[in-house]
């Protein structure tokens, strides 16, 4: 695969996304969406003819990794998704998604009925949402929130916080098939890895930062071995995930969808890890409201959940004894 | 095939050769994953290893001046995962492929690269390290061994140990100090010591493994000519940290795709046995089988960058240590699983099951060294702190 399209390279968007995210510190969900929309980042990976930037989703990783780094108080995965994968059946979503005028969300976990009756749940920021796509038993279905009854839901994330939606019947705006979902669910994963690597590098840093220039015993804490090698693990961990994640972009291989999982995997299995340390790095301060550590780390988990690991681990289980 | 074709293939068109040439021309019991498998004498692994090379497999990245292929680390990269894909015998000359190969690239004279280099490569002289002694470990600038003058050559005087395939080597990469032992690091000189040079003794260490592959070895006044020094006292040593930092990430590039094999070969003769067929089923194992998985996608995420960055002319700075702690740690915890695992087979196991009990005793009680050799875990994570990280030693 060409490491550049069309004069573009995945790097050079890591700059101006990562500005785009701080721009979105202290707005509220519409005004965010607004000013990503204003970068054209929304439509990152969707095709041009309902407004997107028509690049490949590898495009999006950088975007996705600055709003983990940046704790983005705004559905970004899901929109980008939404972007590109409804454009063909459902255009002028797709386009007021991208142009930051209506907002969109997906339940990540259930399955509704095929009449559109059940509970489904882990959307993000669907009290806030104009679209939310829900699962069915072979596809998905784009439903109006004024359908939809949405309610608070147990969330770890209070960034973008997880709601339940309950869906009485009705008509959907479209559906996708089984292959259109499943295509979502797995660039979904490596969006995921990406929003986690975010994160956790971030609270790496943070780590970093604290253990350093905190001094006990007349000395940095960063000075004592133990502590360095505590983050010496958090950054070998750090970097092999970014390392799956690069795979997945660039691997041609036969297994590439287990490239993409195992991108995933190793993310949502290290990152907890790695904010979990940070913590620890921190000390008491590391417990407090105020150190932002813990909202990463909430972040994280919460991924680690909506991507249902330990079940797609399972499934990474099957494919190796399935094979041999 | 023809050499001249040999050397334009590329991508996919090399990989189908490296497949197709090992399925034809791997000799029968090489392969530890097989039911056949008989562990092959020295002899038997000199010849293949010297077909390898004949066939483009080794020496890929090698001037064709000294019997090398010039290929891309892309090459060797494709070459390295068909090699690790099957269970094949490790080289008896990886000393001195992968690590006096490169050193003597990087500081021998014309007339020292024409002579040792493809002596390595057609496996007429196999390599042995003589680093570590008993008294410098993760220490090397520690260590003891002299080098004084005898005229216009060298004569050596020491000990070192841990020195891996001692007994059937013909030379010696070795390290000694030209200096008083107050200069650690300056003074320092590489040597390449005729291993018949009268002297040396080789006494063969016992290993966990009950192998006997390294050994104590001791110099007593050796001599050594002129034409065998590496590079001038100081330059040599500082020639060989830069090559080791790449080696470290270079080296056996095939452990993930070996490590591969491994699995699948655990979860192969699992299927075989009712009791083993029924931990497969277990959720609890399955999730420890799939974390190996992810853990072996890890390994090549470290190992491919690398690759991309050496040829795009990138410095690679310490990744060899991240690549090699993730690689060793992983691949502990597989064997371990492995173990586990195994020993829950039935009481009449069937010969296929007990080879792979065979082999992953082996691969767990061997993996004890990976955390060892080439720099422990602990002096890993201080070159990640202090070289990756940056992090201040502050007072």
């Known amino acids: 695969m060409d490491a550049i399209q069309g004069g573009l390279d995945p790097r050079d968007f890591a700059a101006s996304a990562a500005r785009a995210v701080a721009a979105c510190e202290g707005l509220d969900e519409a005004a965010c969406a607004a000013r990503l929309a204003q970068d054209g980042l929304l439509g990152v990976a969707a095709p041009e003819v309902v407004g997107g930037l028509a690049l490949e989703l590898r495009f999006a990783l950088p975007l996705l990794q600055a709003a983990g780094a940046g704790d983005l108080a705004f559905p970004l995965l899901e929109t980008v998704l939404l972007a590109r994968h409804l454009a063909a059946p459902a255009p002028e979503v797709a386009a007021a998604l991208i142009a930051g005028e209506a907002r969109g969300s997906i339940a990540w976990a259930g399955i509704a009925r095929d009449d559109l009756t059940g509970v489904v749940g882990r959307a993000p920021m669907a009290q806030g949402a104009d679209w939310i796509l829900v699962r069915l038993a072979d596809g998905a279905a784009l439903l109006p929130a004024t359908a939809l009854a949405i309610a608070d839901s147990v969330t770890l994330d209070e960034t973008v916080p997880e709601q339940r939606v309950t869906l009485s019947g009705g008509a959907p705006c479209c559906q996708l098939d089984g292959a259109a979902w499943a295509a979502l669910a797995e660039e979904a994963l490596l969006l995921r890895a990406a929003v986690i690597l975010g994160a956790a590098e971030t609270a790496l840093v943070m780590a970093v930062e604290h253990a350093t220039n905190r001094r006990q015993f007349g000395k940095p804490l960063v000075a004592n071995q133990a502590m360095r090698h505590l983050l010496a693990r958090q950054k070998l961990a750090l970097e092999g995930m970014r390392g799956c994640i690069a795979r997945a972009t660039s691997c041609e291989e036969e297994d590439a969808v287990l490239v993409r999982q195992a991108a995933f995997l190793a993310a949502a299995t290290h990152g907890p890890l790695i904010a979990e340390a940070a913590i620890q790095a921190h000390g008491g301060m590391g417990f407090t409201w105020e150190v932002p550590v813990h909202r990463h780390l909430r972040r994280i988990r919460a991924l680690e959940a909506q991507g249902e690991a330990a079940r797609l681990r399972e499934a990474v289980a099957a494919a190796l004894i399935d094979a041999n | ?395």
């Open chain 2, 1 to 395: 095939m023809m050499d001249g074709a040999l050397h334009d293939l590329t991508g996919e068109a090399f990989r189908a050769h490296a497949r197709h040439w090992l399925a034809a021309n791997v000799p029968p019991g090489f392969l530890a994953d097989q039911p056949d498998y008989a562990p092959p004498a020295l002899a038997q692994c000199l010849a293949w290893e010297a077909a390898m090379h004949r066939a483009g497999l080794a020496g890929i990245t090698w001037p064709r001046a000294y019997g090398g292929h010039g290929r891309t680390l892309r090459e060797h990269l494709i070459a390295n995962q068909e090699i690790g894909r099957l269970a094949l015998p490790e080289s008896v000359n990886s000393i001195g492929k992968e690590l006096a190969g490169p050193i003597i690239l990087a500081i021998g004279t014309e007339a020292q690269k024409r002579r040792y280099l493809p002596a390595i490569l057609e496996m007429r002289e196999i390599w042995c390290q003589g680093f570590s002694e008993p008294e410098a470990g993760s220490d090397l600038a520690a260590l003891r061994t002299r080098a004084v003058r005898d005229g216009d050559g060298w004569r050596i005087t020491g000990q070192k140990i841990w020195t891996s395939g001692a007994a059937k080597s013909q030379r010696c990469l070795l390290l000694a100090r030209t200096g008083p032992l107050e200069d650690r690091h300056k003074g320092l000189a590489l040597f390449a010591v005729p291993m018949d040079s009268p002297g040396i003794r080789v006494r063969p260490i016992r290993q966990i493994n009950d192998k006997e592959s390294f050994a104590e070895v001791f110099f007593d006044a050796v001599p050594v000519a002129p034409e065998d020094a590496l590079g001038a006292p100081d330059e040599g040593w500082n020639a060989a940290i830069r090559v080791l930092a790449i080696e470290r990430a270079t080296n056996r590039m095939y452990r993930a795709w070996r490590f591969e094999n491994e699995l699948r070969h655990l979860v192969s003769a699992c299927r075989q046995d009712p009791a083993l067929a029924a931990l497969l089923q277990d959720g609890a194992w399955r999730q420890r089988l799939a974390a190996t998985r992810v853990d072996i996608e890890m390994v090549k995420g470290h190992v491919e960058p690398v690759v991309e960055a050496l040829l795009a002319g990138e410095p690679i700075g310490a990744r060899g240590s991240l690549m090699k702690l993730h690689w060793s740690e992983a691949h502990q915890r597989f064997a371990a699983l492995a173990l586990e695992m195994l020993a829950l087979a039935s009481p009449d196991a069937t010969p296929a099951v007990t080879a792979a009990q065979k082999r992953f005793q082996d691969i767990y009680l061997s993996a004890r060294a990976e955390t060892i050799y080439a720099g422990t875990t602990e002096i890993q994570l201080a070159i990640i702190a202090d070289r990756v990280l940056q992090l201040p030693r502050g007072k």
